[in-house]
C-alpha cells in the first residue's frame, strides 16, 4: 500500500508560481510511475505532468510544457510539480497519482493505482 499526501497549494496571481509537493508513504521501494493531474470546475480530469521512476523520461500535457516542470526527490520520497507563469486556466484540484505500470499511455487514469487528496489551485487575473 501507498499514500500519497499532497500540499503546497493556494492562491496566486496570473505569472505567478507555485510548487506542489507529494510525499509518498508506504512501499516506495517498487518505484512507482508517478504523475500530477489535475480537475478545474465542470471539466474531467487530466493528465499535467508524468515522470518515469527509472529513467529521465518525463511528459507534459501541451498545455503547460515550458511552464511546469516535474521532478522527484527519492530521498525523502517526494514528487514535485513546479508551476511557473500561472494562467488562470490553470485553476484547479491537483492531484498526486501513482502506478505499478503506465502501459502505453502516461495519462491513462485507470493505470495508476494510488490517489492522493487533492490540492486546490486557485490563480486570478
Known amino acids: 500500500q501507498v499514500q500519497l499526501v499532497e500540499s503546497g497549494g493556494g492562491s496566486v496571481q496570473a505569472g505567478g508560481s507555485l510548487r506542489l509537493s507529494c510525499a509518498v508513504s508506504?512501499?516506495?521501494?517498487?518505484?512507482?510511475?508517478m504523475a500530477w493531474f489535475r480537475q478545474a470546475p465542470g471539466k474531467e480530469r487530466e493528465g499535467v505532468a508524468a515522470r518515469h521512476p527509472r529513467t529521465s523520461y518525463t511528459r507534459y500535457a501541451d498545455s503547460v510544457k515550458g511552464r511546469f516542470s516535474i521532478s522527484r526527490d527519492d530521498a525523502k520520497n517526494t514528487l514535485y510539480l513546479q508551476m511557473s507563469s500561472l494562467k488562470p486556466e490553470d485553476t484547479a484540484m491537483y492531484y498526486c497519482?501513482?502506478?505499478?505500470?503506465?502501459?502505453?499511455?502516461?495519462?491513462?487514469?485507470?493505470?495508476?493505482?494510488?490517489w492522493g487528496q487533492g490540492t486546490q489551485v486557485t490563480v486570478s487575473s
Open positions: 497519482a501513482g502506478s505499478t505500470n503506465w502501459g502505453p499511455d502516461s495519462f491513462r487514469q485507470s493505470a495508476y493505482n494510488y
Open positions: 508506504g512501499d516506495t521501494s517498487s518505484g512507482y510511475y
